[in-house]
Structure formats: structure tokens, C-alpha cells
């Protein structure tokens, strides 16, 4: 990922772009064959189709993303308070995925796990099968 400036910082949402091409093509359709007669039906039903499911898989990977953001800072904060000072700082070296996977383990554990997850270069599954006490999470989507 680039470093974003000012120049460059806008989100261009290409989903939504795509399920709005899908909404026109209905409208179009749906259109032609009320004005015009044309058999357009089938090509209507199918971009509303097309639409929801784009709809869909933006919705989950929106739900996703948030929930990630939601649980960085989760764990940010649940490790300043669990682990001795600066030992919070290795959180940095760890992608997101890894990050989610720690934050199951137990707070006996946390610190351990943290370290060793660092040190091993530990991935997410690595890091789930290496728990002992897990930390339910009744609320993850």
C-alpha cells in the first residue's frame, strides 16, 4: 500500500460503482419494456441479481473490515493494560490477521504468545493451535 498524501487520500468504492451499473441496467430494462415492449424482463431480473450480490459481498467485507479495526484497538488497549510497559510495542510487528488470532488467547497468556508469535513469525493458525485457555468470542460475525 502507498503512502497516502492529501493529493491522493480519496476512496474510490469500486463495488458500489459496480452494483450501481447493475441498478441502472435494471432501471434501463425495466424501462424498455414498460415504454417500448421489448422483452427485457430476464435482463432486469438478472442485474437486480447481480446487484444484490455485490450488495452482499460489500456488506461482509465491510463488516469485516470494521470489526478488524474494532478488534486493533481492542487489543492495543487490552495489552497496554495486561503486559509490563513496552512489551505492548511488538503488537507492531504483526499483521492484522495475526493480531485477530492472538486475541483469543487467555491473559495468562497473552504476553508469552505475543513474544513468541513475534520471535517465530507465528501465522494466525499457528497462533490459534498454540492457545491453551481460550478467550471465547461469542460476538465475532
Known amino acids: 500500500m502507498s503512502e497516502q498524501t492529501y493529493r491522493h487520500h480519496t476512496h474510490h468504492p469500486v463495488l458500489t460503482y459496480v452494483t450501481g451499473l447493475f441498478a441502472a441496467v435494471a432501471l434501463a430494462a425495466m424501462v424498455e419494456q414498460q415504454f417500448r415492449g421489448r422483452e427485457t424482463r430476464d435482463l432486469a431480473i438478472w442485474a437486480l441479481v447481480g446487484a444484490v450480490f455485490v450488495l452482499g459481498t460489500l456488506t461482509r467485507q465491510s463488516t469485516t473490515a470494521l470489526q478488524d479495526r474494532i ?54 493458525n499457528d497462533i490459534k493451535a498454540s492457545i491453551r485457555t481460550w478467550r471465547p468470542d461469542p460476538h465475532r460475525t
Open 71 to 124: 478488534i486493533m484497538l481492542e487489543m492495543k488497549i487490552r495489552c497496554a493494560e495486561l503486559l509490563p510497559a513496552g512489551q505492548d510495542t511488538n503488537l507492531q510487528h504483526l499483521s492484522t490477521t495475526q493480531i485477530v488470532a492472538l486475541r483469543f488467547a487467555s491473559d495468562e497468556e497473552l504476553g508469552a504468545l505475543l513474544e513468541r508469535a513475534v520471535r517465530e513469525k507465528l501465522s494466525p
